[in-house]
């Protein structure tokens, strides 16, 4: 009886699990919809018509050939990827000493850079574009990069995931004669292979949909991402939502495909669960 109670709970869960995925997926199959949708079709019916009646890539092929989306693409490539690469970087090194190393003052500083999460974006973006002012830095790559080569939630997680590494693996290495950097690099970062990879994910994700610090920063469409590009598109057909949607998908797409390639890699390691015998 009470396995049988646990039974009907459990699928209770999933079901109310599964109702609320559905409910969040309606709006991106709407979207992906309206994007295939010829313009004979009424994209805001009700009911809405989920499948599209005759179905064209025509819209793709308008949003790409009228504005520069091939640049915009290579554009949010190579920031996210370079916002990625610095964050894992310094996120790590602030991390490690903050985990494995003892030294005055270790918590409070800790403590210090966790509370910086509670401080929203918006509050720190005057000073960050004044300060981008002073550094020469609008219309460059490096000014939409710089405001995230690090932050307090990176440091926060590799930190967690440094603690769980077993200090065997580290007292070994000392052994061997390995520096400080040494041990960070040879056995802490392999050891944390997950934590980088989700930290990666997160990153890649809020670098490439981030619209606001590069709408302040950028002002030559050369140097537009997506989002500044899609958003662009509003000016260039006048509200015509099945271009806007279709460029939407093509932003969105670059996302999926690098979740999907990533998620792989978030399982444990050997040298991160225990010492191998």
Same mark, same amino acid.
């Given at each position: ?25 309606? &709006? ?8 295939? !949708? ?24 308008? #949003?790409?050939?009228?504005? &520069?989306?091939?640049?915009? *693409? ?29 030294? !005055? ?14 401080? /929203? ?12 002012? %002073? ?7 490096? +000014? ?8 307090? $939630?990176?440091? $926060?997680?590799?930190?967690?995931? $440094?603690?769980?590494?077993? !200090? ?8 061997? +004669? ?15 292979? /997950?934590? *980088? ?20 920063? *950028?002002?030559? /469409? ?7 590009? #899609? ?22 797409? &670059? ?20 010492? %191998? +015998?």
């Amino acid at each position: 009886m009470i396995q049988h109670n646990r039974r009907w709970r459990s699928w209770g869960m999933y079901g109310v699990l599964s109702a609320i995925a559905l409910i969040m997926l309606i &709006p991106l199959v709407w979207l992906v919809s309206t994007s295939f !949708k010829s313009p004979t079709e009424n994209i805001f019916q009700f009911p809405p018509q989920l499948i599209p009646v005759q179905p064209t890539v025509e819209n793709f092929v308008t #949003v790409w050939q009228s504005n &520069p989306f091939g640049r915009y *693409l290579f554009n949010s490539t190579l920031v996210s990827v370079l916002t990625v690469a610095l964050n894992l970087l310094f996120c790590s090194l602030a991390a490690y000493p903050l985990a494995r190393l003892s030294f !005055k003052g270790r918590e409070i500083i800790f403590s210090a850079v966790v509370s910086t999460i509670l401080i /929203p974006f918006q509050i720190v973006m005057i000073p960050l574009y004044v300060l981008a002012v %002073k550094l020469q830095l609008l219309n460059t790559y490096l +000014g939409v990069i710089f405001p995230g080569i690090a932050s307090a $939630f990176g440091i $926060f997680l590799l930190r967690q995931a $440094f603690q769980g590494v077993p !200090k065997e693996l580290e007292e070994a290495a000392r052994m061997d +004669g390995c520096s400080e950097v040494g041990v960070w690099w040879h056995v802490m970062i392999p050891s944390i292979r /997950p934590a *980088l990879v989700t930290l990666a994910i997160f990153v890649f994700i809020g670098s490439w949909s981030d619209f606001l610090w590069p709408l302040l920063v *950028l002002d030559r /469409p050369e140097l537009f991402t997506l989002p500044l590009g #899609v958003a662009n598109l509003a000016g260039t057909f006048t509200l015509d939502w099945r271009l806007i949607a279709a460029g939407s998908v093509i932003s969105i797409v &670059p996302i999926l495909m690098f979740f999907v390639a990533m998620q792989h890699y978030i399982v444990p390691t050997e040298s991160g669960s225990g010492v %191998k +015998g």
